[in-house]
């Protein structure tokens, strides 16, 4: 119990410190910077959204999130139930390829990518962006996927297919609704990826126009270097949406990791 309550506080203290900070004046901050705000004051939150083009980042970031999710689950569903279903070992050892996606860093491979995305016209652009996080978000959906679909009664395909349901109806009609708790989980988990991901916006985006909230978070750090509190503003800013969905969804997430942990 009491290494669960410090975890608790090791995490909790620091994040209402950020939620704290941004109704701060900067004098506030610079004469205490652990003191309590005098009142709600909401200027940062608007100097945070003007002055840092975060609107344009936010509709961004929602585009290459939704793409990329909607992209991840469709594809590593369908991916994880053929190789659930392969007979022989060809479908355990080709799972064993996506596995490795999970060892290996998608990192390492970046200025190489660069390379072959510069020749295709893919550099800074949203499409390329997306292309990107699909092919890293993959491996993980995949085997989380994989092991949830062990436990799919087989029975129940079957007896569709005798009644003249092609696979592509079964696994659309059939197995897919039995996935939620699996997706909701590669969704939340993928959302997180995407959303919060700086390393690929800073190699393939250049250009404010096709910037990622957490690009402009960097950007917006050293502009605003000397005001804390509208940095940490923008910094909520960016935090906020992923959080709730995480908030409303966690449910899903921990029942979603459980049975796939149990069943494969």
Known sequence: MIPAIIWAVLILVPLAYLFIIPFRTQQEYSANPLGIPAGLNF??????WNQG???????????????????IIALSSAAAYALSRWRGRAGSRLFTVFALGL????????????????????????????LIQIGAGIPLAVFLYY???????????????????????????????????????VAILSTITVWNDLIVSLYFLQSKANQTLPKATIGFQSTFNNDVPVFFACAVLSLVPV??????????????????ALRS
């Not at 060892?103 to 072959?116: E, S």
């Open 43 to 48: 200027e940062n939150y608007a100097t945070a």
């Open 53 to 71: 083009q975060l609107g344009t980042a936010f509709a961004n970031t929602m585009a290459v999130t939704a793409v990329s999710v909607a992209a």
């Open 103 to 130: 060892i290996v860093p998608f990192q390492l491979g970046l200025p190489t990518l660069y390379k072959m995305w510069a020749g295709a016209g893919l550099v800074d652009n949203l499409p390329g962006v997306i």
């Open 147 to 185: 092991g949830f679909l062990s436990g799919v009664p087989r029975e129940l395909e079957e007896a569709a297919k005798i009644d003249g349901a092609s696979d592509l109806r079964v696994f659309t009609s059939l197995v897919f609704p039995l996935l939620k708790p699996a997706t909701a989980t």
């Open 243 to 260: 959080l709730i969905a995480f908030i409303a969804l966690q449910k899903f997430v921990l029942s979603g990791l459980t049975a796939g």
